[in-house]
Protein backbone atom coordinates (compact mmCIF):
# COMPACT_ATOMS: atom_id res chain seq x y z
CA UNK A 1 0.00 0.00 0.00
CA UNK A 2 0.87 3.38 -0.84
CA UNK A 3 0.43 6.54 1.93
CA UNK A 4 2.04 9.46 0.89
CA UNK A 5 5.14 10.85 2.29
CA UNK A 6 3.32 14.10 3.15
CA UNK A 7 1.10 12.19 5.14
CA UNK A 8 3.77 10.12 6.70
CA UNK A 9 3.60 10.83 11.29
CA UNK A 10 0.84 13.87 9.99
CA UNK A 11 -2.59 11.52 10.95
CA UNK A 12 -4.12 10.46 14.61
CA UNK A 13 -5.77 8.39 12.17
CA UNK A 14 -5.72 7.09 8.06
CA UNK A 15 -8.81 9.58 7.34
CA UNK A 16 -9.68 12.08 5.28
CA UNK A 17 -12.97 14.10 6.08
CA UNK A 18 -14.97 14.21 2.81
CA UNK A 19 -15.67 17.83 1.17
CA UNK A 20 -19.07 18.36 1.34
CA UNK A 21 -21.28 21.51 -0.48
CA UNK A 22 -22.32 23.94 1.93
CA UNK A 23 -21.64 22.08 5.16
CA UNK A 24 -17.36 22.51 5.07
CA UNK A 25 -15.83 25.32 5.57
CA UNK A 26 -12.67 26.53 7.37
CA UNK A 27 -14.28 25.92 10.82
CA UNK A 28 -14.86 22.32 10.01
CA UNK A 29 -11.20 21.82 7.98
CA UNK A 30 -9.34 23.68 10.79
CA UNK A 31 -10.69 21.15 13.48
CA UNK A 32 -10.40 17.83 11.46
CA UNK A 33 -6.67 19.03 10.61
CA UNK A 34 -6.09 19.95 14.05
CA UNK A 35 -7.27 16.64 15.59
CA UNK A 36 -5.40 14.98 13.25
CA UNK A 37 -6.89 13.76 9.88
CA UNK A 38 -7.34 15.69 6.85
CA UNK A 39 -9.86 18.14 6.32
CA UNK A 40 -11.27 19.02 3.08
CA UNK A 41 -13.66 21.87 1.31
CA UNK A 42 -15.34 22.38 -2.40
CA UNK A 43 -13.50 25.32 -3.48
CA UNK A 44 -17.54 26.41 -4.71
CA UNK A 45 -18.61 26.80 -0.94
CA UNK A 46 -16.32 30.21 -0.94
CA UNK A 47 -18.86 32.71 -2.11
CA UNK A 48 -17.18 35.14 -4.00
CA UNK A 49 -14.29 33.61 -5.59
CA UNK A 50 -12.16 36.47 -3.89
CA UNK A 51 -13.15 34.36 -0.52
CA UNK A 52 -11.20 31.30 -1.91
CA UNK A 53 -8.01 33.02 -1.08
CA UNK A 54 -9.02 33.98 2.52
CA UNK A 55 -10.49 30.72 3.32
CA UNK A 56 -6.94 29.05 2.24
CA UNK A 57 -4.76 31.81 4.50
CA UNK A 58 -7.23 31.47 7.41
CA UNK A 59 -6.93 27.64 7.29
CA UNK A 60 -3.01 28.06 6.64
CA UNK A 61 -2.51 30.47 9.95
CA UNK A 62 -4.99 28.50 12.04
CA UNK A 63 -2.90 25.27 11.64
CA UNK A 64 0.51 26.59 11.83
CA UNK A 65 -0.34 28.08 14.88
CA UNK A 66 -1.77 24.97 16.28
CA UNK A 67 1.18 22.93 15.15
CA UNK A 68 3.77 25.24 16.62
CA UNK A 69 1.48 25.66 20.14
CA UNK A 70 1.12 21.97 20.03
CA UNK A 71 4.23 20.18 18.52
CA UNK A 72 3.84 16.85 19.60
CA UNK A 73 0.15 16.25 18.24
CA UNK A 74 0.06 14.95 14.57
CA UNK A 75 -1.82 18.42 12.67
CA UNK A 76 -2.44 17.27 9.11
CA UNK A 77 -2.37 18.82 5.76
CA UNK A 78 -5.69 20.55 4.42
CA UNK A 79 -7.56 19.88 0.74
CA UNK A 80 -9.53 21.85 -1.48
CA UNK A 81 -11.69 19.76 -4.00
CA UNK A 82 -12.24 21.26 -7.54
CA UNK A 83 -15.34 20.12 -9.48
CA UNK A 84 -13.67 19.25 -12.91
CA UNK A 85 -16.86 20.21 -15.35
CA UNK A 86 -17.47 22.30 -18.04
CA UNK A 87 -20.03 24.54 -16.47
CA UNK A 88 -18.18 24.89 -13.18
CA UNK A 89 -17.17 28.67 -14.60
CA UNK A 90 -14.41 29.41 -11.76
CA UNK A 91 -12.66 26.27 -12.13
CA UNK A 92 -9.63 27.90 -13.63
CA UNK A 93 -9.14 30.83 -11.39
CA UNK A 94 -10.07 28.48 -8.09
CA UNK A 95 -6.73 26.72 -9.86
CA UNK A 96 -4.99 29.59 -9.75
CA UNK A 97 -5.78 30.38 -6.30
CA UNK A 98 -5.02 27.11 -5.11
CA UNK A 99 -1.65 26.61 -6.78
CA UNK A 100 -0.46 30.32 -5.55
CA UNK A 101 -1.40 29.00 -1.98
CA UNK A 102 0.52 25.73 -2.91
CA UNK A 103 -2.69 23.98 -1.45
CA UNK A 104 -0.93 20.64 0.00
CA UNK A 105 -3.95 18.48 -1.86
CA UNK A 106 -6.47 18.87 -4.21
CA UNK A 107 -9.07 16.25 -4.68
CA UNK A 108 -11.20 16.54 -8.25
CA UNK A 109 -14.27 15.45 -9.01
CA UNK A 110 -16.02 14.27 -12.51
CA UNK A 111 -14.01 15.02 -15.58
CA UNK A 112 -10.02 13.67 -15.88
CA UNK A 113 -7.48 16.53 -14.26
CA UNK A 114 -5.00 16.43 -16.75
CA UNK A 115 -4.62 19.85 -16.49
CA UNK A 116 -5.54 20.40 -12.59
CA UNK A 117 -2.37 17.23 -12.00
CA UNK A 118 -0.09 19.52 -13.88
CA UNK A 119 -0.72 22.70 -11.87
CA UNK A 120 -0.91 21.07 -8.54
CA UNK A 121 2.37 19.01 -9.41
CA UNK A 122 4.04 22.00 -10.34
CA UNK A 123 4.73 22.89 -6.50
CA UNK A 124 4.88 19.08 -4.83
CA UNK A 125 1.41 18.92 -4.16
CA UNK A 126 -0.91 15.84 -4.46
CA UNK A 127 -4.08 15.41 -6.52
CA UNK A 128 -6.71 12.95 -5.68
CA UNK A 129 -9.61 11.82 -8.17
CA UNK A 130 -12.80 10.35 -6.90
CA UNK A 131 -13.91 7.79 -9.07
CA UNK A 132 -17.25 5.42 -9.28
CA UNK A 133 -16.04 2.54 -12.00
CA UNK A 134 -12.59 0.99 -12.99
CA UNK A 135 -13.08 2.89 -15.91
CA UNK A 136 -12.73 6.15 -14.40
CA UNK A 137 -9.60 5.63 -12.28
CA UNK A 138 -7.99 4.18 -15.25
CA UNK A 139 -8.67 7.54 -17.06
CA UNK A 140 -7.35 9.32 -13.69
CA UNK A 141 -4.61 7.25 -13.38
CA UNK A 142 -3.48 7.45 -17.36
CA UNK A 143 -3.39 11.27 -16.09
CA UNK A 144 -0.86 11.39 -12.94
CA UNK A 145 -2.92 11.31 -10.29
CA UNK A 146 -1.64 10.57 -6.39
CA UNK A 147 -4.69 8.99 -5.41
CA UNK A 148 -7.54 7.42 -6.39
CA UNK A 149 -10.71 8.11 -4.34
CA UNK A 150 -13.52 4.72 -4.88
CA UNK A 151 -16.93 6.13 -4.19
CA UNK A 152 -18.45 3.04 -3.72
CA UNK A 153 -22.18 2.02 -2.67
CA UNK A 154 -23.40 3.64 0.60
CA UNK A 155 -21.28 6.49 0.33
CA UNK A 156 -23.33 9.85 0.80
CA UNK A 157 -23.19 12.54 -2.35
CA UNK A 158 -22.66 11.37 -5.87
CA UNK A 159 -21.60 7.97 -4.58
CA UNK A 160 -21.22 4.77 -7.01
CA UNK A 161 -23.02 1.77 -7.04
CA UNK A 162 -20.40 -0.89 -6.78
CA UNK A 163 -19.21 -2.53 -3.64
CA UNK A 164 -16.06 -1.55 -1.95
CA UNK A 165 -15.09 -5.49 -1.97
CA UNK A 166 -15.35 -5.35 -6.18
CA UNK A 167 -13.51 -1.47 -6.56
CA UNK A 168 -10.93 -1.35 -4.18
CA UNK A 169 -9.60 -4.56 -6.12
CA UNK A 170 -9.83 -4.13 -8.98
CA UNK A 171 -8.46 -0.70 -8.70
CA UNK A 172 -5.42 -1.94 -6.74
CA UNK A 173 -4.80 -4.37 -8.91
CA UNK A 174 -3.61 -1.45 -11.66
CA UNK A 175 -2.78 1.45 -9.42
CA UNK A 176 0.03 1.48 -6.87
CA UNK A 177 -0.73 4.74 -5.44
CA UNK A 178 -2.84 5.38 -2.65
CA UNK A 179 -6.27 4.21 -2.73
CA UNK A 180 -8.68 5.62 -0.77
CA UNK A 181 -12.37 4.27 0.73
CA UNK A 182 -15.77 6.22 0.55
CA UNK A 183 -18.90 4.41 1.62
CA UNK A 184 -20.30 4.51 5.41
CA UNK A 185 -17.21 5.06 6.99
CA UNK A 186 -18.56 6.17 10.58
CA UNK A 187 -16.39 4.12 12.73
CA UNK A 188 -13.10 3.49 13.81
CA UNK A 189 -13.50 -0.64 12.90
CA UNK A 190 -14.87 1.07 9.41
CA UNK A 191 -11.20 2.76 8.80
CA UNK A 192 -9.66 -0.52 10.42
CA UNK A 193 -11.96 -2.60 7.62
CA UNK A 194 -10.65 -0.26 5.04
CA UNK A 195 -7.20 -0.61 5.30
CA UNK A 196 -7.62 -4.38 5.75
CA UNK A 197 -9.60 -4.28 2.06
CA UNK A 198 -6.20 -2.55 0.48
CA UNK A 199 -7.36 0.82 0.96
CA UNK A 200 -4.50 3.29 2.30
CA UNK A 201 -6.92 5.70 3.97
CA UNK A 202 -11.07 6.08 4.51
CA UNK A 203 -13.37 8.65 3.54
CA UNK A 204 -15.80 10.29 5.62
CA UNK A 205 -18.17 12.95 5.01
CA UNK A 206 -21.72 11.79 6.87
CA UNK A 207 -20.74 11.54 10.25
CA UNK A 208 -18.61 15.20 10.25
CA UNK A 209 -22.09 16.31 9.17
CA UNK A 210 -23.39 15.47 12.60
CA UNK A 211 -20.54 17.77 14.21
CA UNK A 212 -20.61 21.45 15.63
CA UNK A 213 -18.34 23.12 12.74
CA UNK A 214 -20.42 21.47 10.12
CA UNK A 215 -21.98 24.60 8.32
CA UNK A 216 -25.66 22.81 7.92
CA UNK A 217 -28.65 23.42 9.52
CA UNK A 218 -30.05 22.21 13.14
CA UNK A 219 -32.44 20.63 11.30
CA UNK A 220 -30.29 18.97 8.92
CA UNK A 221 -27.81 17.80 11.88
CA UNK A 222 -30.89 16.06 13.49
CA UNK A 223 -32.12 14.28 10.78
CA UNK A 224 -29.02 12.82 10.47
CA UNK A 225 -28.77 11.69 13.72
CA UNK A 226 -32.50 10.36 13.56
CA UNK A 227 -32.12 8.60 10.39
CA UNK A 228 -31.12 5.13 9.35
CA UNK A 229 -30.28 3.33 6.66
CA UNK A 230 -33.77 2.70 4.97
CA UNK A 231 -34.05 6.76 5.03
CA UNK A 232 -31.65 7.21 2.15
CA UNK A 233 -32.93 7.61 -1.77
CA UNK A 234 -30.68 6.73 -4.62
CA UNK A 235 -31.54 9.29 -7.31
CA UNK A 236 -30.58 11.07 -10.16
CA UNK A 237 -33.28 14.08 -10.47
CA UNK A 238 -31.37 16.74 -8.49
CA UNK A 239 -28.24 17.02 -10.00
CA UNK A 240 -28.28 14.65 -12.98
CA UNK A 241 -26.04 12.15 -11.50
CA UNK A 242 -27.00 9.76 -9.17
CA UNK A 243 -26.50 10.58 -5.49
CA UNK A 244 -27.69 9.83 -1.94
CA UNK A 245 -29.81 11.69 -0.16
CA UNK A 246 -32.23 12.05 3.08
CA UNK A 247 -35.56 10.75 2.77
CA UNK A 248 -36.76 13.54 5.04
CA UNK A 249 -35.77 16.53 3.39
CA UNK A 250 -37.04 15.16 -0.38
CA UNK A 251 -40.21 14.90 1.51
CA UNK A 252 -40.15 18.25 3.02
CA UNK A 253 -39.53 19.81 -0.38
CA UNK A 254 -42.89 18.55 -1.51
CA UNK A 255 -41.63 14.95 -3.65
CA UNK A 256 -42.13 11.61 -3.39
CA UNK A 257 -38.83 10.08 -2.53
CA UNK A 258 -40.57 6.56 -4.26
CA UNK A 259 -41.51 8.06 -7.26
CA UNK A 260 -38.42 10.77 -8.38
CA UNK A 261 -38.21 10.58 -12.17
CA UNK A 262 -34.98 10.15 -13.70
CA UNK A 263 -32.56 13.70 -14.26
CA UNK A 264 -30.29 13.72 -17.26
CA UNK A 265 -26.57 14.56 -17.32
CA UNK A 266 -27.45 17.54 -19.32
CA UNK A 267 -28.78 19.26 -16.82
CA UNK A 268 -25.55 19.26 -14.62
CA UNK A 269 -24.68 22.48 -13.94
CA UNK A 270 -22.27 23.59 -11.12
CA UNK A 271 -22.51 27.47 -11.36
CA UNK A 272 -25.42 26.27 -9.47
CA UNK A 273 -23.71 26.26 -6.36
CA UNK A 274 -23.41 30.23 -6.65
CA UNK A 275 -27.45 30.47 -6.39
CA UNK A 276 -29.11 30.07 -2.56
CA UNK A 277 -32.04 28.55 -4.61
CA UNK A 278 -30.11 25.66 -5.62
CA UNK A 279 -32.43 22.84 -3.95
CA UNK A 280 -29.79 19.92 -4.93
CA UNK A 281 -27.49 22.18 -2.60
CA UNK A 282 -29.70 23.89 0.12
CA UNK A 283 -32.69 22.21 0.37
CA UNK A 284 -32.22 18.01 -0.39
CA UNK A 285 -29.79 16.92 2.06
CA UNK A 286 -27.06 14.78 0.99
CA UNK A 287 -25.96 11.96 3.10
CA UNK A 288 -24.62 8.10 2.87
CA UNK A 289 -26.22 4.74 4.18
CA UNK A 290 -23.82 5.13 7.31
CA UNK A 291 -26.75 7.48 9.25
CA UNK A 292 -27.91 4.34 11.47
CA UNK A 293 -24.28 4.79 13.30
CA UNK A 294 -24.70 8.60 13.84
CA UNK A 295 -26.35 9.18 17.20
CA UNK A 296 -25.10 12.16 18.38
CA UNK A 297 -23.91 15.71 17.58
CA UNK A 298 -20.40 16.32 18.70
CA UNK A 299 -17.18 18.43 18.27
CA UNK A 300 -15.03 17.53 15.59
CA UNK A 301 -12.21 16.72 17.68
CA UNK A 302 -14.01 15.08 19.57
CA UNK A 303 -15.53 12.24 16.89
CA UNK A 304 -12.48 12.01 15.33
CA UNK A 305 -10.17 10.97 18.87
CA UNK A 306 -13.33 7.98 19.40
CA UNK A 307 -12.80 7.11 15.79
CA UNK A 308 -9.04 6.49 16.88
CA UNK A 309 -10.29 4.70 20.31
CA UNK A 310 -12.36 2.66 17.92
CA UNK A 311 -9.85 2.06 15.34
CA UNK A 312 -7.23 1.18 18.21
CA UNK A 313 -9.66 -1.57 20.18
CA UNK A 314 -10.52 -3.12 17.09
CA UNK A 315 -7.06 -3.79 15.85
CA UNK A 316 -6.61 -4.86 19.42
CA UNK A 317 -9.36 -7.42 19.05
CA UNK A 318 -8.06 -8.99 16.09
CA UNK A 319 -4.79 -9.20 17.28
CA UNK A 320 -6.28 -11.31 20.37
CA UNK A 321 -8.24 -13.55 18.18
Known amino acids: MALPKALEGKLRVPLIGAPMFIVSGPELVIAQCQAGIVGSFPALNARPQSMLGEWIAQIKDALAEYADAHPDEPVAPYAVNQIVHASNLRLRE ?7 HEVPIIITSLRPP ?12 LVFHDVISLRHARKAISQGVDGIIAVCAGAGGHAGPLSPFALVKEIRKEFDGAVILSGCITSGSDVLAARA ?10 RFIASDEANAVPEYKEMIVQSASSDIVYSSLFTGIHGSYLKGSILNAGLDPENLPEGSKAQMDFAKANKSDAKAWKNIWGAGQGVGDINDILPAREIVLRIEREYKDALARLNAA
Request: charged residues 25%.
Open 94 to 100: DVETCVE
Open 114 to 125: EDVVKAVHSYGG
Open 197 to 206: MGADLAYSGT
